[in-house]
T-cell receptor, first 109, second 115 residues
């Protein structure tokens, strides 16, 4: 079992739909990242959070440390949101991130 | 500062050849990380540096792989005697050290194709 599990693996939505991507992890963490990766490979950091909820534009990220679970929500989805969304956790004492496999989102017009 | 730069963006090489990739991190970041990502998978950790010291290496980093950060600024990742299984996206990221903020910045990656 991977230390970071994401669901769903693939998600197709119609423009305007509310989208939720889930992330569960099994290790102790200091912070969790939500990342966006477009075709071509570059990764952009969307959020880093260690508790509660953060919002940026149409994106909302929540984390429940006790349940070891985080969600990324996209409101009023748009075709330009189409990308792979990756959850990654950082243990604090170690240097590297541990990544989920990603959720491939496709938003149809 | 233009963020984390990686060079080249794409590399096609014949099996058995050596390749070298370069990463230029954000100048004030003292930590630099290398990750490898294969198709349909999330990135996997290879190694990281704090300044010029290589602090951790993954078991994925076989003896054909070597990474350096000689002056604590840019880093190189060399793969010797490339194999088709080395085909992947190689990602570099940088951050401040633990305790100074764990925010990461990623480069655009180097896509390696071994033919």
């Amino acid at each position: 079992k991977n230390e970071v599990e994401q669901s769903p693996q693939n998600l197709t939505a119609q423009e305007g739909e509310f989208i939720t991507i889930n992330c569960s992890y099994s290790v102790g963490i200091s912070a969790l990242h939500w990342l966006q990766q477009h075709p071509g490979g570059g990764i952009v950091s969307l959020f880093m959070l260690s508790s509660g909820k953060k919002k940026h534009g149409r994106l909302i990220a929540t984390i429940n440390i006790q349940e070891k679970h985080s969600s990324l929500h996209i409101t009023a989805s748009h075709p330009r949101d189409s990308a792979v969304y990756i959850c990654a956790v950082w243990g604090g004492s170690q240097g590297n991130l541990i990544f989920g496999k990603g959720t491939k989102l496709s938003v149809k017009p | 500062d233009t963020g984390v730069s990686q060079d080249p963006r794409h590399k096609i090489t014949k099996r058995g050849q050596n390749v070298t990739f370069r990463c230029d991190p954000i100048s004030e970041h003292n930590r630099l990380y290398w990750y490898r990502q294969t198709l349909g998978q999330g990135p996997e950790f290879l190694t990281y540096f704090q300044n010029e010291a290589q602090l951790e290496k993954s078991r994925l980093l076989s003896d054909r792989f070597s990474a350096e950060r000689p002056k604590g600024s840019f880093s190189t990742l060399e793969i010797q005697r490339t194999e088709q299984g080395d085909s992947a996206m190689y990602l570099c990221a940088s951050s401040l050290a633990v305790g100074q903020g764990p925010g990461y910045t990623f480069g655009s990656g180097t896509r390696l194709t071994v033919v």
